[in-house]
């Protein structure tokens, strides 16, 4: 994986031309090793196997199933296909099981291998069945860490690992609602990993204050953006132009762009109030997104119309080509009324040196620098909103460029798809290969340089 490959390998893989690649520092050796040296490594590996779960037994790459309900879109189906080629890039086998969607075929680009269940399913009986046929799948593909990253299919996945006594981790994508007693009880499958990842310190503080997840679980990994996708040197014209045309944005008009799914916490209302008090004729607002309720983008539209902003708004069922959608916005909003656990969507926009106005709680708190990068406004406060957003348009092309260039920086010393999967890859050696109890809160390079040490 380029630039921040997981740098602490601790296992014996055998590569496509038969010969043996060790990993053992930043960058990976490859040669010939004899057989003797195959078994004396993995002897020693499953000496220092300090588990009731059963390891790896025989020289092969780790093995890793990942379990989510379907792929079909969002940041949580993104950040399983990014991992599960980061995996193979490092010489990891990656399955991942859900219910299927059109992001199969980038799992088969990458090279990891889709295994289809209904897990989306909250039906009991059916999350049994589900149980029982990862443990065949456990079983049969020789997995060692089953990677759940939603409810409903951890509680099959939580099962199938103990049956199967294999590793189980999972990862917290949000401040999951605590409301009922069952809803408690329902999210708390998300706190039994041997690992738990939050995707923010928010989402981590929200694990360890209302689960009890404690330090020596609980790892925080930020999620990632693709750098390469997402820069807009790489945007060609004809892919804005394209969409302009679309959308029936004119040349000239500035543009703020609200994506996310049309879902009432996305903040859609607020957004539409703050624009009316901007009291501008020159805007295009694009809310780009489908709908996940029926009946809220009627009540989208109502509120357009009664502010007579129908010549402004355009709301847009989907897009697929997000990179042209931000060089075409002049700013990016995330107007979300309740805490979003990290936010996608500002660091892509802040990739692209997009500004951005977010809500102020949540992961956009540790997303935005403001003043610097973007902007936070008051939750729930359209006067709030529309103040940030007067700024943001506001900027004159110097000023615009500097936060370009500090958006894209503050986006690649962070939240780059490199640093999320190989610190995710270092929490799966920390439980398939670990180190010795002192190093066990280590990252991988800083577990290198304390064991060089220590020789």
């Not at 059916?126 to 060692?144: F, Q």
């Not at 709680?361 to 997303?367: D, I, K, Q, S, Y």
């Amino acid at each position: 994986m380029p630039g921040d490959a997981p740098a602490s390998r601790r296992y014996a893989i055998v590569a496509p031309s038969g010969r043996v690649k060790v990993s053992g520092s930043a960058e990976s050796r490859t040669g010939a090793l004899s057989e003797a040296d195959i078994e004396a490594f993995n002897k020693d590996r499953m000496d220092t196997h300090a588990s009731t779960a059963s390891p790896p037994k025989e020289t092969r790459p780790p093995a890793v199933l990942q379990v989510v309900p379907s792929l079909v879109s969002g940041g949580v189906e993104r950040g399983t296909v990014d991992l599960a080629g980061a995996l193979v890039a490092a010489g990891w086998t990656a399955y991942v099981a859900s219910a299927g969607g059109p992001m199969e075929h980038q799992l088969t680009r990458v090279g990891a291998r889709h295994l289809t269940l209904p897990l989306a399913s909250k039906n009991p009986l059916v999350m049994r069945r589900n149980a029982a046929a990862l443990v065949e799948i456990i079983r049969k593909h020789k997995i060692d860490i089953v990677h759940a990253r939603s409810r409903a299919p951890a509680w099959s996945a939580w099962r199938a690992a103990r049956v199967a006594r294999r590793r189980f981790v999972t990862t917290f994508h949000n401040a999951y609602d605590i409301g009922l007693p069952l809803k408690r009880w329902y999210n708390s499958v998300m706190a039994k990993g041997e690992r738990v990842i939050a995707i923010s310190q928010f989402v981590g503080d929200h694990a360890a204050s209302v689960y009890g997840v404690g330090e020596d679980r609980l790892r925080v990994i930020p999620r990632g953006v693709d750098l390469a996708q997402f820069d807009p040197a790489r945007v060609r014209g004809e892919r804005v132009a394209a969409l302009a045309e679309q959308w029936r944005v004119p040349e000239d008009a500035k543009v703020v762009m609200l994506p996310g799914r049309l879902t009432r916490w996305k903040g859609g209302l607020d957004f539409i109030e703050a624009i009316a008090r901007l009291r501008r004729d020159d805007l295009r607002c694009l809310m780009v997104g489908a709908e996940q309720r029926p009946g809220f983008r009627r009540e989208l539209d109502g509120a357009i119309e009664r502010h007579g902003l129908g010549g402004i708004f355009r709301i847009v069922d989907d897009c697929r080509d997000m990179p042209a959608a931000y060089v075409l916005s002049d700013v990016v909003v995330s107007a979300s009324t309740d805490p979003e656990g990290f936010g996608r969507v500002i660091i892509e926009a802040q990739a692209m040196g997009r500004p951005v106005v977010a809500t102020d709680h949540g992961g956009a708190r540790e997303t935005i620098a403001p003043g610097v990068t973007g902007w936070l406004a008051r939750p729930n406060d359209p006067v709030s909103l529309a103040a940030a957003l007067a700024a943001a348009l506001g900027l004159e092309p110097a000023e615009r460029d500097a936060f370009a260039h500090r958006a894209r920086a503050h986006v690649a010393a962070g939240f780059t798809r490199e640093q999320m999967c190989a610190r995710t890859i270092d929490v799966y050696e920390e439980l398939l290969f670990p180190q010795p109890a002192a190093l066990p809160s280590l990252g991988g390079r800083e577990r290198m340089a304390a064991t060089a040490a220590a020789e």
